[in-house]
């Protein structure tokens, strides 16, 4: 199969069809302004709710959830520097949420949150602002680890996210619209678990809930009755006509990922060394490819996984050990559900010609992640 025959070039590069995911799957996201819009000044103190009180009625899980975690969530302002339409530095500032894990400060947040930061401001429920610092990120779980200077900070305790069941409760704790309305609490329930999605083009599980996940609560708590994280806040739908649509990383993938943040300060994973199209993608770069199966390599590194073991550019890969690769988000699930060291079988085609090799998954270099 001849690779121009394959892969052709539109006249005209569709660029918006590139973002038309976003126009249906967005993050809950920081709410984004100008320096000169958000001024940060500081969390007010929020004092936590005496219940003592309260009769049994109004004393309700959602109340005790939120005395339990509330004072564990933070406001997270991303001080970045953009370029306005005139090439011109702009100061911007982003309002995210996160969630204190440990005493001394550390606080798991989204990546998406604290992406491009050169300054990192933590506000506390006391009301104290605190400098933080990043200590890692992994864009693919769209999780952060951020710590401040502090100690004695209050907690939040993590659930267990495989007992979750469909319709039990589920409270939502962040700064919806920024630090003017910090520690907003909203209820649902959950709506689904291991609900599927692709977003730029990684296929992650999350859990679904109807409780209303607003810019500013990326990076926020999603907590049980009995008062537990059960997952981060990161996304939802935003389409016409679809509310209580929102997304949650479950809490166990949560502290899989932040334990080894805190170590390394990345995750590890494995790759190939490819970079690869299907159809829908090829599209938004303005290429039409002619393929009914697989994913077409474009570019390779020589010394990567897949160069080391023969491939080259042109060929399309169809199987991973028996499976059926049909996506970019195909590849890229098969692939991170492996540990770097792993043999895998690659089925591919060549010209025409089915082929098999092994390859052994190596660790991504940083600067491919």
């Known amino acids: 199969m001849n690779i ?19 126009s249906v799957i967005v993050f809950g ?7 000169a819009d958000n001024s940060v000044g500081g969390m007010k103190s929020i004092q936590a709710a005496d219940t003592s009180g309260l009769s049994e009625a109004r004393n309700t899980p959602v109340v005790r959830a939120a005395k339990a975690v509330g004072p564990a969530v933070v406001g997270i302002t991303n001080k970045a520097v953009a370029r306005d339409w005139f090439n011109n530095p702009v100061e911007t500032e982003g309002v995210g949420s996160g969630v204190i894990f440990r005493k001394d400060g550390y606080i798991v947040t989204n990546n998406h949150v604290v ?20 200590i890692g990120k992994d864009e693919f779980t769209d999780l952060a680890v951020v710590k401040v200077d502090a100690n004695d900070l209050p907690t939040a305790v993590f659930g267990n996210s495989d007992n979750i069941v469909v319709g039990e409760p589920a409270i939502a704790i962040g700064n ?6 910090q520690g907003s609490v909203t209820a649902g ?16 599980k999350l859990l679904q809930t109807d409780a209303a996940i607003s810019p500013g609560n990326s990076g926020g708590a999603l907590v049980n009755a009995d008062g537990e994280v059960i997952g981060i806040n990161s996304a939802k739908v935003a389409a016409s006509g679809v509310e209580g649509m929102g997304f949650s990383i479950p809490i166990n993938t949560v502290q899989t990922v932040i334990n080894e943040l805190i170590e390394k300060g ?8 490819v970079s690869v199209f299907d159809p829908m993608m090829a599209e938004r ?73 092994d390859v052994v998954l190596e660790e991504m270099p940083q600067d491919d992640k």
């Open 4 to 22: 121009r025959s394959v892969l052709r070039r539109r006249k005209s590069v569709a660029v918006i069809a590139a973002l038309a995911a976003a």
């Open 176 to 181: 919806p619209m920024g630090l003017e309305f």
């Open 115 to 134: 992406s491009g930061a050169k300054e990192i401001i933590v506000s506390l429920s006391d009301g104290r602002s605190l400098k933080g610092k990043l």
């Open 266 to 273: 990345y995750v590890a994973r494995p790759y190939l060394g």
């Open 285 to 357: 770069y303005g290429y039409q490819l002619n393929i009914d199966k697989g994913v077409y390599i474009f570019r390779l590194t020589l010394d990567g996984p897949c160069g080391k073991a023969g491939f080259q550019r042109g060929d399309i890969i169809l199987e991973i050990n028996g499976e059926e690769i049909n996506s970019v988000a195909d590849l890229r699930n098969k692939i991170a559900s492996y540990q770097v060291g792993d043999t895998i079988t690659i089925t591919y085609d060549r010209n025409d010609t089915k082929h098999k090799a």
């Open 189 to 204: 329930v959950i709506s689904a678990l291991n609900r599927t999605l692709d977003i730029s083009d990684k296929r992650v």
């Open 29 to 35: 996201g920081c709410s984004m302004g100008t320096a």
